[in-house]
Antibody, heavy 116, light 107 residues
Framework: EVQLLESGGGLVQPGKSQRLSCTAS????????MNWVRQAPGKGLEWVSV????????FYADFVKGRFTISRDNSKNTLSLQLTSLSAEDTAIYYC?????????WGHGTLVTVAS | SYVLNQPPSLSVAPGQTARITCGAT??????VHWYQQRPGQAPVLVVF???DRPSGIPDRFSGSNSGNTATLTINRVDAGDEADYYC??????????FGGGTKLTVL
């Protein structure tokens, strides 16, 4: 069974950092480009970042502005997102998503709440 | 930046047809993908590459794309189709754009 399991969410203070992880199983992880997509409470989907299957290429949405870093470890089937300089506007469910053109693999998400 | 325009909401009676649009300049030149998100759940891909369906998606779901409008069509709508629907394209090879989403209500 294909599974993406996110972790690392929680309550974090403004200006602080948080690291999200996603563990993949049931498919050949290195064959898939992986993404992070977020969804603020009551809002729509917002793409955050993508990393190629071999980890050599990564791209970010404009709003990231150098604050987030995506990475992957294909030996451990894990995807990560390092969040820094967090603000209340970053409060959202963060989904780990597989796919290079369309997104056919979705985790259940991990909630990051930025508040003092 | 490239903007995808979706109607915020659409109401359809059971058994009728829902047509959810996604508008943008020359969207017909891009591949459009559609996702269904039921309340409290993660999104699910329902149409990819304008008109193809993943395995397990009923053939009541179909897509089209031409000119400045892509459309997701759901035939014979039932209560289980009540959800938010999002269109998605790649603005260029490295940036993803989602539409704002359409909330489908089954009357």
């Amino acid at each position: 069974e294909v599974q993406l399991l996110e972790s690392g969410g929680g309550l974090v203070q403004p200006g602080k950092s948080q690291r999200l992880s996603c563990t993949a199983s049931g498919f050949t992880f290195s064959d898939y480009a992986m993404n992070w997509v977020r969804q603020a409470p009551g809002k729509g989907l917002e793409w955050v970042s993508v990393i190629s299957g071999d980890g050599h290429d990564s791209f970010y949405a404009d709003f990231v502005k150098g604050r987030f870093t995506i990475s992957r470890d294909n030996s451990k089937n894990t995807l990560s997102l390092q969040l820094t300089s967090l603000s209340a506007e970053d409060t959202a469910i963060y989904y780990c998503v597989g796919g290079s053109t369309f997104f056919d693999l979705w985790g259940h998400g991990t909630l990051v709440t930025v508040a003092s | 930046s490239y903007v995808l325009n979706q109607p915020p909401s659409l109401s359809v009676a059971p058994g009728q047809t829902a047509r959810i649009t996604c508008g943008a300049t020359n969207i017909g030149s891009k591949n459009v993908h559609w996702y269904q998100q039921r309340p409290g759940q993660a999104p699910v891909l329902v149409v990819f590459d304008d008109r193809d369906r993943p395995s397990g998606i009923p053939d009541r779901f179909s897509g089209s794309n031409s000119g400045n409008t892509a459309t997701l069509t759901i035939n014979r709508v039932d209560a289980g189709d009540e959800a938010d629907y999002y269109c998605h394209v790649w603005e260029h090879s490295s940036v993803v754009v989602f539409g704002g989403g359409t909330k489908l209500t089954v009357l």
